[in-house]
Protein backbone atom coordinates (compact mmCIF):
# COMPACT_ATOMS: atom_id res chain seq x y z
CA UNK A 1 0.00 0.00 0.00
CA UNK A 2 1.44 3.67 -0.91
CA UNK A 3 2.16 5.89 1.46
CA UNK A 4 -1.36 7.99 2.82
CA UNK A 5 -1.25 11.30 0.88
CA UNK A 6 -3.90 12.56 3.04
CA UNK A 7 -2.35 11.59 6.42
CA UNK A 8 1.25 12.99 5.27
CA UNK A 9 -0.38 15.74 4.15
CA UNK A 10 -2.25 15.97 7.30
CA UNK A 11 0.69 16.12 9.17
CA UNK A 12 3.12 18.37 7.07
CA UNK A 13 0.20 20.78 7.29
CA UNK A 14 -0.05 20.49 11.55
CA UNK A 15 3.33 21.13 11.82
CA UNK A 16 3.01 23.98 9.92
CA UNK A 17 0.20 25.49 11.43
CA UNK A 18 1.43 24.48 15.14
CA UNK A 19 4.72 24.85 14.87
CA UNK A 20 6.01 26.80 12.32
CA UNK A 21 7.54 23.92 10.32
CA UNK A 22 6.72 20.84 7.79
CA UNK A 23 9.80 19.66 10.08
CA UNK A 24 9.96 21.40 13.10
CA UNK A 25 13.81 21.59 14.49
CA UNK A 26 15.51 23.03 17.20
CA UNK A 27 17.03 26.37 17.12
CA UNK A 28 20.13 24.57 17.75
CA UNK A 29 20.54 23.12 14.77
CA UNK A 30 19.04 25.39 12.12
CA UNK A 31 21.66 28.17 14.03
CA UNK A 32 24.91 26.12 14.20
CA UNK A 33 26.13 26.85 11.24
CA UNK A 34 26.63 30.43 11.80
CA UNK A 35 28.80 29.74 14.87
CA UNK A 36 31.89 32.05 14.82
CA UNK A 37 30.63 34.33 11.60
CA UNK A 38 30.19 37.22 13.61
CA UNK A 39 26.57 37.89 11.23
CA UNK A 40 24.57 41.00 12.59
CA UNK A 41 21.12 39.72 14.12
CA UNK A 42 19.00 41.72 11.48
CA UNK A 43 19.23 44.31 9.60
CA UNK A 44 18.08 45.49 6.12
CA UNK A 45 19.31 43.09 3.98
CA UNK A 46 19.60 39.26 5.40
CA UNK A 47 20.55 35.89 4.19
CA UNK A 48 17.92 33.54 4.71
CA UNK A 49 18.13 30.18 4.64
CA UNK A 50 14.38 29.30 4.97
CA UNK A 51 15.86 26.14 6.77
CA UNK A 52 16.49 24.02 3.91
CA UNK A 53 20.16 22.83 4.24
CA UNK A 54 20.00 22.07 7.81
CA UNK A 55 16.42 20.12 6.79
CA UNK A 56 18.46 17.52 4.39
CA UNK A 57 19.90 15.32 7.21
CA UNK A 58 16.77 14.59 8.96
CA UNK A 59 14.69 14.48 5.71
CA UNK A 60 17.40 11.50 5.07
CA UNK A 61 17.21 9.98 7.91
CA UNK A 62 12.92 10.77 7.57
CA UNK A 63 13.00 8.87 4.40
CA UNK A 64 14.42 5.97 5.18
CA UNK A 65 12.14 5.28 7.69
CA UNK A 66 9.29 5.95 5.28
CA UNK A 67 10.53 4.30 2.73
CA UNK A 68 10.86 1.14 5.09
CA UNK A 69 7.32 2.22 5.49
CA UNK A 70 5.84 1.67 2.06
CA UNK A 71 3.85 -0.68 0.78
CA UNK A 72 3.50 -2.48 4.01
CA UNK A 73 0.24 -2.78 6.54
CA UNK A 74 2.05 0.09 9.01
CA UNK A 75 0.73 2.61 6.42
CA UNK A 76 -2.66 1.89 7.50
CA UNK A 77 -1.64 3.03 11.05
CA UNK A 78 -0.53 6.96 9.73
CA UNK A 79 -4.01 8.36 10.49
CA UNK A 80 -3.22 7.90 13.94
CA UNK A 81 0.51 8.65 14.14
CA UNK A 82 -1.25 12.39 12.46
CA UNK A 83 -3.55 12.03 16.03
CA UNK A 84 -0.38 12.00 17.93
CA UNK A 85 1.90 14.29 16.44
CA UNK A 86 -0.69 16.90 17.33
CA UNK A 87 0.38 16.61 20.99
CA UNK A 88 4.30 15.65 20.39
CA UNK A 89 6.35 16.71 17.60
CA UNK A 90 6.79 13.26 16.03
CA UNK A 91 9.43 14.61 13.52
CA UNK A 92 11.65 16.00 16.59
CA UNK A 93 12.68 12.13 17.30
CA UNK A 94 13.41 11.74 13.22
CA UNK A 95 16.04 14.69 13.84
CA UNK A 96 17.73 11.94 16.36
CA UNK A 97 18.14 9.76 13.66
CA UNK A 98 20.27 12.52 11.75
CA UNK A 99 23.49 11.38 10.40
CA UNK A 100 26.24 13.84 12.37
CA UNK A 101 28.42 13.83 9.78
CA UNK A 102 25.70 14.91 6.92
CA UNK A 103 25.13 17.50 9.73
CA UNK A 104 28.42 19.46 9.11
CA UNK A 105 28.78 18.63 5.39
CA UNK A 106 25.58 20.89 5.07
CA UNK A 107 26.38 23.30 7.44
CA UNK A 108 29.47 23.96 5.83
CA UNK A 109 27.85 24.66 2.94
CA UNK A 110 26.02 27.73 4.47
CA UNK A 111 29.24 28.82 6.13
CA UNK A 112 30.47 28.80 2.11
CA UNK A 113 27.46 31.02 0.89
CA UNK A 114 27.95 33.33 3.65
CA UNK A 115 31.81 33.78 3.66
CA UNK A 116 31.15 34.14 -0.31
CA UNK A 117 28.91 37.30 0.19
CA UNK A 118 30.84 38.69 2.87
CA UNK A 119 34.08 38.62 0.76
CA UNK A 120 32.08 39.98 -2.18
CA UNK A 121 31.55 43.12 0.09
CA UNK A 122 27.57 42.73 0.91
CA UNK A 123 26.62 43.67 3.94
CA UNK A 124 24.18 41.42 5.94
CA UNK A 125 22.29 40.26 8.99
CA UNK A 126 20.82 36.95 9.91
CA UNK A 127 17.67 36.59 11.73
CA UNK A 128 18.99 33.38 13.72
CA UNK A 129 16.28 31.29 15.84
CA UNK A 130 13.90 34.01 14.54
CA UNK A 131 14.40 32.99 10.85
CA UNK A 132 11.63 30.48 10.02
CA UNK A 133 10.91 27.73 7.22
CA UNK A 134 9.62 29.46 3.96
CA UNK A 135 6.46 27.01 3.71
CA UNK A 136 7.35 26.02 0.08
CA UNK A 137 5.92 22.38 0.63
CA UNK A 138 3.20 22.93 1.43
CA UNK A 139 2.81 25.29 -0.97
CA UNK A 140 3.22 23.00 -3.38
CA UNK A 141 0.96 20.50 -1.82
CA UNK A 142 -1.70 23.01 -2.97
CA UNK A 143 -2.69 23.16 1.50
CA UNK A 144 -2.93 27.23 0.25
CA UNK A 145 -4.90 28.13 3.93
CA UNK A 146 -1.88 26.84 5.94
CA UNK A 147 0.46 28.66 3.28
CA UNK A 148 -1.22 31.60 3.24
CA UNK A 149 -1.17 32.02 7.33
CA UNK A 150 2.83 31.30 7.39
CA UNK A 151 3.63 33.28 4.30
CA UNK A 152 2.04 35.82 6.59
CA UNK A 153 4.03 35.04 9.84
CA UNK A 154 6.99 35.12 7.38
CA UNK A 155 6.17 38.65 6.14
CA UNK A 156 5.28 40.03 9.40
CA UNK A 157 9.00 38.70 10.79
CA UNK A 158 10.21 40.49 7.92
CA UNK A 159 8.59 43.94 8.86
CA UNK A 160 9.58 43.42 12.59
CA UNK A 161 13.43 43.87 11.65
CA UNK A 162 12.55 46.06 8.96
CA UNK A 163 13.89 44.17 5.92
CA UNK A 164 14.08 45.29 2.68
CA UNK A 165 16.00 42.72 0.83
CA UNK A 166 16.61 39.03 1.07
CA UNK A 167 19.30 36.76 -0.02
CA UNK A 168 18.07 33.08 -0.26
CA UNK A 169 20.31 29.74 -0.68
CA UNK A 170 18.21 27.63 -2.49
CA UNK A 171 16.05 27.54 -5.44
CA UNK A 172 12.41 26.12 -2.99
CA UNK A 173 13.21 29.20 -0.56
CA UNK A 174 13.88 31.63 -3.33
CA UNK A 175 11.01 30.59 -5.75
CA UNK A 176 8.56 30.64 -2.66
CA UNK A 177 9.40 34.07 -1.37
CA UNK A 178 9.70 35.54 -4.58
CA UNK A 179 6.90 34.15 -6.80
CA UNK A 180 4.16 33.18 -4.04
CA UNK A 181 4.67 34.81 -1.47
CA UNK A 182 3.14 38.09 -3.65
CA UNK A 183 0.33 35.90 -4.39
CA UNK A 184 -0.77 35.60 -0.77
CA UNK A 185 0.54 38.68 1.03
CA UNK A 186 -1.29 41.89 -0.23
CA UNK A 187 1.83 44.42 -0.25
CA UNK A 188 5.00 41.95 -0.04
CA UNK A 189 7.43 44.43 -1.42
CA UNK A 190 10.51 42.69 0.00
CA UNK A 191 13.45 42.38 -2.45
CA UNK A 192 14.09 38.66 -3.21
CA UNK A 193 17.14 37.03 -4.73
CA UNK A 194 19.67 34.04 -4.88
CA UNK A 195 22.97 34.62 -3.27
CA UNK A 196 24.54 32.89 -7.11
CA UNK A 197 22.44 36.31 -7.96
CA UNK A 198 24.50 38.68 -5.78
CA UNK A 199 27.72 37.41 -6.32
CA UNK A 200 27.24 37.35 -9.84
CA UNK A 201 26.45 41.04 -9.94
CA UNK A 202 28.94 41.88 -7.57
CA UNK A 203 31.51 41.29 -9.82
CA UNK A 204 33.75 39.13 -7.19
CA UNK A 205 37.14 37.97 -8.67
CA UNK A 206 38.18 34.83 -8.42
CA UNK A 207 41.76 33.69 -6.13
CA UNK A 208 42.75 31.23 -8.48
CA UNK A 209 42.36 29.13 -11.70
CA UNK A 210 40.48 25.53 -11.15
CA UNK A 211 41.91 23.24 -13.67
CA UNK A 212 38.81 21.09 -13.51
CA UNK A 213 35.49 19.93 -14.86
CA UNK A 214 32.30 19.82 -13.97
CA UNK A 215 28.95 18.28 -14.84
CA UNK A 216 26.30 20.76 -13.84
CA UNK A 217 22.54 20.18 -12.61
CA UNK A 218 20.51 22.44 -13.38
CA UNK A 219 17.53 23.12 -10.74
CA UNK A 220 14.28 23.25 -12.04
CA UNK A 221 12.49 25.87 -10.19
CA UNK A 222 16.00 28.11 -10.62
CA UNK A 223 16.24 27.61 -14.10
CA UNK A 224 12.71 27.57 -15.21
CA UNK A 225 10.68 29.97 -12.80
CA UNK A 226 13.69 31.95 -11.44
CA UNK A 227 15.71 32.90 -14.49
CA UNK A 228 18.90 31.87 -12.55
CA UNK A 229 20.69 29.85 -15.50
CA UNK A 230 23.85 32.05 -16.41
CA UNK A 231 24.51 33.29 -13.20
CA UNK A 232 26.41 29.93 -11.57
CA UNK A 233 27.60 29.48 -14.97
CA UNK A 234 29.42 32.94 -15.73
CA UNK A 235 30.86 32.40 -11.65
CA UNK A 236 32.22 29.07 -12.60
CA UNK A 237 33.67 29.93 -15.99
CA UNK A 238 35.42 32.86 -14.05
CA UNK A 239 37.44 30.04 -12.20
CA UNK A 240 38.39 28.41 -15.29
CA UNK A 241 36.08 25.84 -14.66
CA UNK A 242 34.79 23.74 -17.86
CA UNK A 243 31.18 22.91 -17.56
CA UNK A 244 30.22 19.63 -19.41
CA UNK A 245 26.43 20.02 -19.97
CA UNK A 246 23.68 16.80 -20.42
CA UNK A 247 21.48 17.21 -23.31
CA UNK A 248 18.70 18.03 -21.06
CA UNK A 249 19.89 21.51 -19.41
CA UNK A 250 19.44 25.04 -18.45
CA UNK A 251 15.44 25.66 -19.18
CA UNK A 252 15.60 21.95 -20.15
CA UNK A 253 16.60 20.64 -17.32
CA UNK A 254 15.51 17.22 -15.70
CA UNK A 255 13.57 17.04 -12.20
CA UNK A 256 15.99 15.03 -9.40
CA UNK A 257 12.67 13.14 -8.21
CA UNK A 258 13.37 15.21 -4.87
CA UNK A 259 10.16 16.76 -4.54
CA UNK A 260 8.07 13.15 -4.14
CA UNK A 261 10.47 12.26 -1.57
CA UNK A 262 7.75 13.36 0.97
CA UNK A 263 4.62 11.08 -0.79
CA UNK A 264 6.09 8.42 -3.07
CA UNK A 265 9.89 7.99 -2.05
CA UNK A 266 10.24 4.60 -4.88
CA UNK A 267 9.10 6.45 -7.26
CA UNK A 268 11.03 9.83 -6.53
CA UNK A 269 14.31 7.01 -6.37
CA UNK A 270 13.07 6.43 -9.64
CA UNK A 271 13.77 9.68 -11.38
CA UNK A 272 16.96 10.39 -9.08
CA UNK A 273 18.28 7.05 -10.63
CA UNK A 274 17.22 8.04 -14.67
CA UNK A 275 18.58 11.75 -13.88
CA UNK A 276 22.09 10.39 -12.57
CA UNK A 277 22.60 8.73 -15.25
CA UNK A 278 21.71 11.23 -17.81
CA UNK A 279 24.53 13.43 -16.04
CA UNK A 280 27.10 10.40 -16.01
CA UNK A 281 26.74 10.29 -19.86
CA UNK A 282 28.17 14.08 -19.57
CA UNK A 283 30.88 13.53 -17.21
CA UNK A 284 31.68 13.01 -13.86
CA UNK A 285 32.25 15.76 -11.02
CA UNK A 286 28.19 16.73 -10.93
CA UNK A 287 27.65 19.82 -9.27
CA UNK A 288 24.20 20.63 -7.87
CA UNK A 289 22.59 24.36 -6.49
CA UNK A 290 20.16 22.94 -4.57
CA UNK A 291 20.38 20.87 -1.26
CA UNK A 292 17.55 18.90 -2.37
CA UNK A 293 18.93 17.76 -5.39
CA UNK A 294 22.19 17.23 -3.51
CA UNK A 295 20.80 14.46 -1.63
CA UNK A 296 18.43 12.73 -4.15
CA UNK A 297 21.50 12.45 -7.01
CA UNK A 298 24.20 11.35 -4.08
CA UNK A 299 21.77 8.44 -3.30
CA UNK A 300 21.05 7.68 -6.68
CA UNK A 301 24.61 7.58 -8.19
CA UNK A 302 25.49 4.87 -5.02
CA UNK A 303 29.36 6.35 -4.78
CA UNK A 304 30.14 5.72 -8.48
CA UNK A 305 30.55 9.34 -9.48
CA UNK A 306 31.11 12.55 -6.93
CA UNK A 307 27.83 14.84 -6.45
CA UNK A 308 28.37 18.07 -4.70
CA UNK A 309 27.11 21.47 -4.26
CA UNK A 310 28.21 24.56 -6.40
CA UNK A 311 28.83 26.56 -3.07
CA UNK A 312 31.94 23.86 -2.00
CA UNK A 313 33.88 24.65 -5.58
CA UNK A 314 33.24 28.14 -5.34
CA UNK A 315 34.59 28.23 -1.92
CA UNK A 316 37.29 27.01 -3.26
CA UNK A 317 37.75 29.15 -6.27
CA UNK A 318 37.38 32.29 -4.69
CA UNK A 319 39.62 31.80 -1.55
CA UNK A 320 37.21 31.65 1.28
CA UNK B 1 -21.60 6.03 -17.01
CA UNK B 2 -19.30 8.45 -16.22
CA UNK B 3 -21.34 11.33 -14.50
CA UNK B 4 -20.41 15.25 -14.64
CA UNK B 5 -19.97 17.27 -11.46
CA UNK B 6 -21.27 20.25 -11.14
CA UNK B 7 -19.45 21.49 -8.52
CA UNK B 8 -16.08 20.84 -9.76
CA UNK B 9 -17.06 22.15 -13.41
CA UNK B 10 -18.16 25.59 -11.55
CA UNK B 11 -14.79 25.70 -9.47
CA UNK B 12 -12.86 25.31 -12.79
CA UNK B 13 -15.20 27.83 -14.60
CA UNK B 14 -14.86 30.41 -11.26
CA UNK B 15 -10.49 29.88 -11.23
CA UNK B 16 -7.94 32.13 -12.33
CA UNK B 17 -5.67 29.65 -11.80
CA UNK B 18 -6.92 26.65 -14.02
CA UNK B 19 -6.09 27.91 -17.80
CA UNK B 20 -6.17 24.48 -19.52
CA UNK B 21 -8.77 25.99 -21.98
CA UNK B 22 -5.92 26.90 -24.31
CA UNK B 23 -4.54 23.12 -24.32
CA UNK B 24 -4.88 21.79 -27.95
CA UNK B 25 -3.92 18.54 -27.02
CA UNK B 26 -0.95 18.06 -29.04
CA UNK B 27 0.60 15.77 -26.27
CA UNK B 28 3.97 17.48 -25.99
CA UNK B 29 3.57 17.73 -21.74
CA UNK B 30 2.53 13.86 -21.72
CA UNK B 31 5.65 13.11 -24.02
CA UNK B 32 8.15 15.12 -21.86
CA UNK B 33 6.71 14.73 -18.58
CA UNK B 34 9.64 12.60 -16.00
CA UNK B 35 7.08 10.53 -14.50
CA UNK B 36 5.56 8.93 -17.90
CA UNK B 37 2.51 8.16 -16.37
CA UNK B 38 0.15 8.44 -19.71
CA UNK B 39 -2.96 10.28 -18.00
CA UNK B 40 -0.32 13.29 -16.87
CA UNK B 41 -0.61 15.97 -17.58
CA UNK B 42 -3.05 16.14 -20.61
CA UNK B 43 -6.04 13.81 -20.32
CA UNK B 44 -6.18 14.50 -16.44
CA UNK B 45 -6.76 18.11 -17.41
CA UNK B 46 -9.58 17.30 -19.98
CA UNK B 47 -11.37 14.86 -17.27
CA UNK B 48 -11.12 18.06 -14.96
CA UNK B 49 -12.25 20.45 -18.35
CA UNK B 50 -15.84 18.18 -18.86
CA UNK B 51 -16.15 17.74 -14.68
CA UNK B 52 -15.35 14.03 -14.54
CA UNK B 53 -15.24 14.37 -10.67
CA UNK B 54 -15.15 10.57 -10.35
CA UNK B 55 -12.14 10.24 -12.81
CA UNK B 56 -10.10 12.96 -11.20
CA UNK B 57 -10.37 11.07 -7.49
CA UNK B 58 -9.17 7.45 -9.26
CA UNK B 59 -6.24 9.55 -10.10
CA UNK B 60 -5.44 11.36 -6.74
CA UNK B 61 -2.61 9.52 -6.53
CA UNK B 62 -1.03 10.24 -9.86
CA UNK B 63 -2.48 14.43 -9.30
CA UNK B 64 0.65 14.39 -5.97
CA UNK B 65 2.96 12.64 -7.91
CA UNK B 66 3.74 15.50 -10.26
CA UNK B 67 6.81 16.94 -9.38
CA UNK B 68 5.89 20.19 -10.65
CA UNK B 69 9.01 20.60 -12.53
CA UNK B 70 7.56 22.73 -15.03
CA UNK B 71 9.11 20.51 -18.06
CA UNK B 72 5.35 20.37 -19.29
CA UNK B 73 4.71 24.45 -19.29
CA UNK B 74 8.28 24.86 -20.67
CA UNK B 75 7.22 23.06 -23.79
CA UNK B 76 3.56 23.57 -23.84
CA UNK B 77 3.18 25.81 -27.41
CA UNK B 78 -0.25 27.20 -26.04
CA UNK B 79 1.42 28.44 -22.65
CA UNK B 80 -0.39 26.68 -20.25
CA UNK B 81 0.40 27.05 -16.81
CA UNK B 82 0.32 23.29 -15.87
CA UNK B 83 1.79 23.41 -12.48
CA UNK B 84 0.00 25.99 -11.14
CA UNK B 85 -3.27 23.95 -12.63
CA UNK B 86 -1.82 20.97 -11.10
CA UNK B 87 -1.65 22.75 -7.75
CA UNK B 88 -5.18 23.99 -8.45
CA UNK B 89 -6.57 19.97 -8.59
CA UNK B 90 -4.59 19.39 -5.28
CA UNK B 91 -5.84 22.53 -3.29
CA UNK B 92 -9.40 21.08 -4.69
CA UNK B 93 -8.73 17.60 -3.03
CA UNK B 94 -7.23 19.04 -0.23
CA UNK B 95 -10.23 20.74 0.51
CA UNK B 96 -13.23 18.84 -1.01
CA UNK B 97 -11.65 15.04 0.09
CA UNK B 98 -9.23 15.82 2.52
CA UNK B 99 -10.87 17.89 4.56
CA UNK B 100 -7.26 20.11 4.45
CA UNK B 101 -6.63 23.98 3.83
Not at chain 1, 151 to 177: E, M, W
Not at chain 1, 243 to 255: A, V
Not at chain 2, 28 to 40: D, F, H, R, S, W
Request: charged share 25%; with cysteine; proline share 5%.
Amino acid sequence: MPLPTKDILGILADNLNQRKSVLPMSEAKTTRWAKGLDLPMGGKTIIYTGHMYQLIPVIDAMAGQMSKLEDTPITKMMGLGRFANKFVNMTFFMGLLASKTEQADYDRMLRNIALLLKKAGVDFGYLYGEEMYSGALVYDEGIDGSFAKHAQRVCDLFKKHGVTKVITVDPHTTHTLRTAYPQFVDGFDVEVKSYLEVLAESGLEPTQQLDEALTLHDSCLYARQEGVVDQPRELLGKAGVKMNEPDLCRKNTHCCGGPLESLFPAESHRIAGNRIDQLKEAGENITTMCPICLVGLRKAAKGTVQVNDISDTLAKAYGV
Amino acid sequence: MPKVSSKLAAAVKCSEEFNADACMHCGTCTAVCPMGYEILPRKLFRYVQVGLEDKVKENISSIYSCLLCGMCSENCPAEVNIPENIRFLRKYINENEFNLS
